[in-house]
């Protein structure tokens, strides 16, 4: 069960924030962001909206430290982004992996492991996880270069969750990933929440967002423009609809006979319809019960118990 708002302090707390990058000579050229503020609570998934150009990523990289804001206050985990006592609790995929090629997959995670000061076998336990986690076990001694743009997501969704952190920070995480990869990163990230982790999203796939998220904020140009619960944002309260169970076609001219009445004019209908994804899902799961050795990412195998265990303390 997810915390409730007000029991616990935010894990991310942003106040006014603004960015300005300035040229050679010290003149302001580009106001990145201005005056954004929000806040991220344990167990919530919080997704970060806009257009090319509208922040998110210069937003985000304020968040872990890599660039200083130019004006307001940032406190990560209840310290500033640059403490770096910080950084072990935090997890960070951004918008294109750098991953060394020649690297294979455990040693990727090994490496990434070793800067958490991991002991030795707890590297190797959670690589292990990780990589039936996101479907690469079979690939495990393959050079990451050699990686699709998919997979090599994967292996960065991996290393960004190797410290098992309590501020996940994902930018574009599904960039790349099948529709079925794509369900596995949401139901991944909605584990995480339901654990107390705080994860903060950015996307272009709006879809994805509504999927996994609590809450959400707009940008444009570096502002702030909408902010909000999913729910409160996006429902219609002015336009009820009515599910019925299965009815006789003598029953439902009854039923719109009854509604025309009261309403004056013929009520809308339509039928419910999965949804796309939903479909691929449901093929693809029946195509899977071939038994056929994967040539690229295989099925997941859950959530990684390291992960999937009690919340910090």
């Not at 190797?124 to 996101?134: C, G, P």
């Not at 290393?159 to 596995?184: F, H, K, V």
């Not at 038994?291 to 118990?305: H, I, K, L, R, W």
Request: positive net charge; aromatic residues 6%.
């Amino acid at each position: 069960m997810k915390p409730e708002a007000h029991e616990t302090p935010p894990v991310l707390r942003v106040e006014n924030a603004g960015k300005v990058f300035r040229d050679f000579w010290r003149r302001p050229r580009i106001r990145a962001v201005q005056d954004l503020s929000f806040e991220v609570r344990p167990g919530e998934v919080f997704g970060l909206l806009g257009p090319n150009g509208s922040g998110k990523s210069t937003t985000l990289k304020m968040i872990v430290g890599l660039l200083r804001p130019t004006e307001g206050r940032l406190h990560v985990l209840g310290a500033p982004p640059t403490d770096v006592s910080r950084k072990a609790r935090i997890g960070y995929l951004p918008e294109d992996s750098y991953l060394y090629p020649y690297l294979t997959c455990e040693e990727t995670l090994d490496f990434f492991g070793s800067l958490f000061r991991l002991p030795r076998a707890e590297r190797r336990a959670r690589t292990a996880q990780l990589l039936d986690m996101i479907g690469l076990r079979h690939a495990r001694r393959r050079p990451v270069g050699e990686f699709s743009k998919g997979m090599a997501r994967r292996i960065g969704l991996a290393q960004a969750l190797i410290n098992d952190p309590d501020l996940i920070i994902l930018d574009e995480p599904t960039s790349g990933l099948d529709p079925l990869g794509c369900r596995q990163v949401k139901d991944l990230i909605l584990t995480l929440a339901r654990r107390g982790k705080a994860v903060l999203l950015s996307s272009h796939l709006l879809a994805d967002i509504e999927d996994v998220c609590d809450r959400i904020a707009i940008l444009f140009n570096g502002r702030l423009q909408a902010i909000g619960s999913i729910r409160d944002l996006l429902e219609e309260r002015d336009r009820p609809r009515v599910t019925l169970p299965a009815v006789t076609p003598e029953q439902l001219r009854a039923i719109l006979a009854a509604l025309k009445a009261q309403l004056g004019r013929e009520p809308e209908l339509d039928y419910p319809r999965r949804n796309l994804e939903r479909f691929f899902l449901e093929t693809v799961a029946r195509a899977m019960n071939q038994d056929t050795e994967p040539s690229g990412a295989a099925p997941s195998e859950g959530v990684a118990p390291y992960l999937d265990g009690p919340p910090h303390a």
